[in-house]
Nanobody
Framework: VQLQACGGGLVQPGGSLRLSCAASGSIGSVEAMAWYRQAPGKERELVAGITSGGNTNYADSVKGRFTISRDAVKNTVYLQMNSLKPEDTAVYYC????????????WGQGTLVTVSS
């Protein structure tokens, strides 16, 4: 299984970006997908998650600004990020819980989001 993330870049404060992450390979079913981020000198933290049933959860710091969604047919998860702040600057990683026989967790390669004027 591979997770391919894209959509990062440089954006000014108040701007928007949309990240996407597609899972490919031997996939029986995608149980859940999520976005994490890691800023320099900080631990990786959960940003948002979505289950196969469509239930979502968000870190308090992004509620009302970020929206996670998924395309179950394409095994793709999206993160729409609005009203970006400098403190959102981090490497964003997608994560998927995938069942193919056993259930395993997979990580994407990370995409850098920089919020700066």
């Amino acid at each position: 299984v591979q997770l391919q993330a894209c959509g990062g870049g440089l954006v000014q404060p108040g701007g928007s970006l949309r990240l996407s992450c597609a899972a490919s390979g031997s996939i029986g079913s995608v149980e859940a997908m999520a976005w994490y981020r890691q800023a320099p000198g900080k631990e990786r933290e959960l940003v948002a998650g979505i289950t196969s049933g469509g239930n979502t959860n968000y870190a308090d710091s992004v509620k009302g600004r970020f929206t996670i969604s998924r395309d179950a047919v394409k095994n793709t998860v999206y993160l729409q990020m609005n009203s970006l702040k400098p403190e959102d600057t981090a490497v964003y990683y997608c994560n998927a819980l995938i069942r193919y026989g056993a259930t395993r967790r997979y990580w994407g390669q990370g995409t850098l989001v920089t919020v700066s004027s």
